[in-house]
Nanobody, 121 residues
């Protein structure tokens, strides 16, 4: 009943920028933390950035100073602004959110299907 849909991925040159979006829809009472993870073949999914419901943020060391996570609570959407992109940023990026379907349920973790980001000349 809850769905997360990512968008904004694509091919970009090194040094370029890209903005990812993830919109949550369905049965939603409350959204807590939202974040972005990325994964490449043969590697574990790694945290890129997380933003709390209060606006607190945390970033992986590899993206600090280059990526910015933000959210629009009215739209149930989280964004990831990626600047100064490097080839090593190439990965499938997944949206993650902790959501309570109703006040009668504790929060669960939901994942989007992923969006591909490729940084190459």
């Amino acid at each position: 009943q809850v769905q997360l849909v990512e968008s904004g991925g694509g091919l970009v040159q090194p040094g370029g920028s890209l903005r990812l979006s993830c919109a949550a829809s369905g049965r939603i009472f409350e959204i807590n933390d939202m974040g972005w993870y990325r994964q490449t073949p043969g590697k574990q999914r790694e945290l890129v950035a997380v933003i709390t419901s209060g606006g607190g943020t945390n970033y992986a060391d590899s993206v600090k100073g280059r990526f910015t996570i933000s959210r629009d609570n009215a739209k149930n959407t989280v964004y990831l602004q990626m600047n100064s992109l490097k080839p090593e940023d190439t990965a499938t990026y997944y949206c993650n959110a902790q959501i309570r379907p109703s006040s009668n349920y504790y929060r669960n973790t939901y994942w989007g299907q992923g969006t591909q980001v490729t940084v190459s000349s």
